[in-house]
């Protein structure tokens, strides 16, 4: 699962590639794949322990719900492409169903056992705020998002230093 040589895809730098095979743990897989790319890509840049944790997190969990709606709605993922930048990560999983991902209602669809589902893709819109789509194509789609980092919150390191003193007006 080592993620391909940096290419270029547009104007997405590529991290890595991972092409599945069916099967279960395919969600396993690609959760692994991804937080090894972000590893190696270094994303996101200039978060640090906690932050750059949940970050990740985040890309983690996005990218288990496009999985999973991959094995839910098709035969699975067949690839999963992770890119970015400094400040945004896109993750892309291709299926072999053109059926298109959509938003359910508030509250989720009866899912015919008593509980009610399609919540996936309402967690993804809500947390890439919109950033994401789905393109067909000849073999059956792909799904992405793309989520930007957080702004690092301040340190003591980072704070503008209060100015002391006769040029500040207090008494020094």
Do not use: Y
């Amino acid at each position: 699962m080592e993620p391909e040589p940096d290419g270029a895809t547009a104007a997405w730098p590529r991290i890595g590639t991972l092409v599945l095979d069916e099967g279960p743990g395919s969600v396993a897989r690609c959760r692994v794949f991804v937080r090894h790319c972000l590893e190696d890509g270094g994303w996101p840049d200039k978060l640090d322990g906690e932050e750059r944790r949940q970050a990740v997190e985040e890309v983690l969990l996005l990218a288990s719900e496009i999985a999973t709606n991959a094995c839910l709605h098709a035969d699975g993922p067949r690839r999963l492409t992770v890119s970015g930048s400094g400040t945004t990560v896109r993750v892309e999983v291709a299926d072999g169903s053109a059926l298109l991902p959509v938003l359910r209602p508030e509250g989720g669809v009866p899912c015919g056992d008593g509980r009610f589902g399609g919540h996936g893709m309402r967690i993804v819109d809500r947390l890439t705020r919109g950033r994401w789509g789905s393109e067909a194509h000849g073999t059956g789609k792909t799904v992405w998002f793309e989520l930007v980092r957080p702004e690092p919150s301040w340190t003591g390191l980072d704070r503008p230093m209060r100015s002391h003193g006769p040029a500040s007006g207090t008494p020094a």
